[in-house]
Nanobody, 122 residues
Framework: QVQLVESGGGLVQPGGSLRLSCAAS????????MRWYRQAPGKQRELVAS???????NYADSVKGRFTISRENAKNTVFLQMNSLKSEDTAVYYC????????????????WGQGTQVTVSS
């Protein structure tokens, strides 16, 4: 019923930038918090950034000052602008959102995208 589709990953040199996008589609009534997670090989998945429906933002310490999360509510889309990328930012990045569907307007469930690879390497 609901899909999250990420795009924008790829290979970039250290110091470079990438912009990830995640579009939600389906029988959506409302979207509350939207988040970006990442998982590097051999490591646990970690929360990178989150944004509420009102635009309140939070970031992991490791990305503060370099990454910016934003959203376009009219298009059910969340973005992650990543600047000054480092090799340690290499990971699969996942979109995550709390969504209420048309059929269940008062129950918000968590949905995940399929992930997009970001590789920072020279």
């Amino acid at each position: 019923q609901v899909q999250l589709v990420e795009s924008g990953g790829g290979l970039v040199q250290p110091g470079g930038s990438l912009r990830l996008s995640c579009a939600a589609s389906g029988s959506i009534f409302s979207i509350n918090d939207m988040r970006w997670y990442r998982q590097a090989p051999g490591k646990q998945r970690e929360l990178v950034a989150s944004i509420s429906s009102y635009g309140s933002r939070n970031y992991a310490d490791s990305v503060k000052g370099r990454f910016t999360i934003s959203r376009e509510n009219a298009k059910n889309t969340v973005f992650l602008q990543m600047n000054s990328l480092k090799s340690e930012d290499t990971a699969v990045y996942y979109c995550n959102a709390d969504i209420a569907t048309i059929g269940r307007r008062y129950i918000s469930l968590e949905y995940w995208g399929q992930g997009t690879q970001v590789t920072v390497s020279s």
